[in-house]
């Protein structure tokens, strides 16, 4: 993939609204030899090595909750690190205790972002054969597989309170009754994207709104956020490249709209967008939750 570099010019129109300032209009050029630093190569979750279970094991279920998560569509590895990955999926075995040839157990799993933040964190009640534990067994590890992944499928899609089996919301993971209802969102494939765009920049940006307090709900949204991207050429080989979010609330008021302008080398978003993906939403981010803050309460 042709280097990008993401020299953004952001503006946002709002329903009703004055004119909102412009930071990044201007700002220094970023490309991935200088610090984006954050920024991961691909939009997923990469599955480490769970703390505290033999390997044989260890290796079988962190690859089968993998292949279970790509059955929701959720792009996955099972690997010994995260090296670019959107989030990494850590499990630490809670008190193992061996009785009648099984080995009961917890798993606290935690999803982390690529800053570090938690997204979830839920606890599987596991039993397993003591012979399996030891040296593992691909049956096991598929049938864990299947229940971790379903849990792990509900944090990302914002059912944080669904129980899917065995697995339920550790303590730490319940919100306080007093705390603001996060606004529930459902963010739409990006239209006109080419490349893997239209995927890629709608986990992006929706990843970036979970990390800052928004709550995914495909189902009964208070707002839809839809974007698209338009590409003119322009001079010397370059493309003109705008991408446009626009905000619509449950009853169908216009919230208004974040657009940001670039100019890049002709077919750069043609292929794989990896890094690109996260820089556009990031530079949109706090222009997009300015605007969602005019959202009404549902």
Not at 21 to 29: A, E, I, L, V, Y
Not at 63 to 69: P, Q, T, V, Y
Not at 135 to 148: F, K, N, V, Y
């Amino acid at each position: 993939m042709k280097r990008v570099c993401l020299a953004l010019v952001l503006a946002v129109m709002s329903a009703g609204c004055g004119p909102i300032p412009q930071p990044f209009q201007g700002t220094q050029k970023v490309s991935s030899d200088i610090a984006m630093l954050d920024v991961p190569s691909a939009v997923g979750i990469a599955i480490v090595p769970i703390s505290g279970l033999p390997q044989p094991l260890n290796d079988a279920f962190t690859k089968a909750i993998a292949g279970e998560l790509k059955k929701y569509e959720i792009p996955a590895e099972a690997t010994a690190i995260n090296t670019g990955l959107g989030f990494t999926l850590q499990g630490s075995i809670i008190d193992p205790k061996r009785q009648d040839g099984l080995v009961n157990a917890d798993v606290l799993w935690r999803l982390k972002s690529r800053r570090g933040q938690d997204a979830g964190v839920y606890l599987q009640a596991i039993s397993v054969p003591a012979q399996d534990w030891d040296t593992g067994s691909a049956a096991t590890a598929a049938a864990l597989g299947r229940d971790a992944a379903a849990a792990i499928a509900g944090i990302i899609d914002g059912s944080t309170n669904q129980a899917a089996g065995g697995v339920s919301a550790a303590p730490s993971a319940v919100t306080s009754t007093e705390a603001p209802k996060p606004l529930r969102i459902t963010v739409k494939p990006v239209e006109g994207a080419p490349g893997d765009g239209q995927k890629a920049l709608q986990l992006a940006t929706l990843e970036v709104l979970l990390t800052n307090g928004a709550k995914r709900d495909d189902i009964n949204p208070e707002v839809v956020l839809m974007s698209r991207v338009e590409i003119e050429p322009s001079i010397n080989g370059q493309d003109f490249v705008t991408i446009i979010w626009r905000a619509i609330s449950q009853d169908g008021t216009d919230l208004g709209e974040v657009k940001l302008t670039n100019t890049i080398p002709r077919g750069a978003l043609e292929a794989r967008w990896g890094p690109t993906a996260f820089a556009i939403a990031d530079a949109g981010l706090p222009q997009l939750l300015q605007l969602l803050t005019t959202a009404p309460r549902f």
